[in-house]
Nanobody, 124 residues
Framework: QGQLVESGGGLVQAGGSLRLSCAAS????????MAWFRQAPGKDRELVAG????????WYADSVKGRCTISRHNAKGTVTLQMNDLKPEDTAVYYC?????????????????WGQGTQVTVSS
């Protein structure tokens, strides 16, 4: 049984930065595409960024492009999301996800393992 555990969320002022981390254990997550999703109150969950198993491919939502960087360290079993120049509209619960399905990293339906989420709140 695989497990994904997020950390690094918190309260930050607009313009600030946060680094989210996801620790993966229990399965061969090194072979899986990984991603960060977020869900704001009253809104649908959205894919924020994805990364292929070898880090050769990455994808970002337009809303975070240029402000966020996703990376992974397979030997450590971690995936990180560096978020800069945060805005109040970035406020959401952020979820780490993994895909064993082989779907494109930008395909929301391909992710089948999920963490519990970490809250990010950006004050104006």
């Amino acid at each position: 049984q695989g497990q994904l555990v997020e950390s690094g969320g918190g309260l930050v002022q607009a313009g600030g930065s946060l680094r989210l981390s996801c620790a993966a254990s229990g399965r061969a997550f090194t072979n899986y595409a990984m991603a960060w999703f977020r869900q704001a109150p009253g809104k649908d969950r959205e894919l924020v960024a994805g990364i292929g198993w070898s880090s050769s491919s990455t994808w970002y939502a337009d809303s975070v492009k240029g402000r966020c960087t996703i990376s992974r360290h397979n030997a450590k079993g971690t995936v990180t999301l560096q978020m800069n120049d945060l805005k109040p509209e970035d406020t959401a619960v952020y979820y780490c996800a993994a895909s064993s399905t082989g779907y494109s990293i930008r395909s929301e339906v391909g992710y089948d393992y999920w963490g519990q989420g970490t809250q990010v709140t950006v004050s104006s």
